[in-house]
């Protein structure tokens, strides 16, 4: 039986893309603040933050899970 790594170096590959994509979906999502807590300002809102860094978290979680399908695929295939 061999004790190596459960998954394999694409599965590793994919799940620090994965991991690389959500921390860059949460870096778009920084900002937007105001110093001044009396003054309203509205860059908060706006399509990167309210629309393009989800989409881009999603995506890092879609290709996380799909590394993990790999290794569940790896162990069928062999027969675990």
Do not use: H
């Not at 799940?15 to 001044?36: E, R």
Request: proline share 2%.
């Amino acid at each position: 039986m061999d004790k190596g790594m459960a998954t394999n170096r694409k599965g590793l590959r994919l799940m620090i893309i994965g991991v690389l994509v959500m921390i860059a979906g949460y870096i778009l999502m920084i900002g937007g603040g105001s110093d001044d807590p009396q003054v309203f300002n509205y860059a908060m809102f706006d399509f990167r933050r309210l629309t393009a860094a989800p989409i881009v978290i999603i995506c890092g979680v879609v290709i996380v899970v799909v590394a993990i399908m790999n290794v569940v695929r790896k162990d069928k295939e062999e027969g675990k």
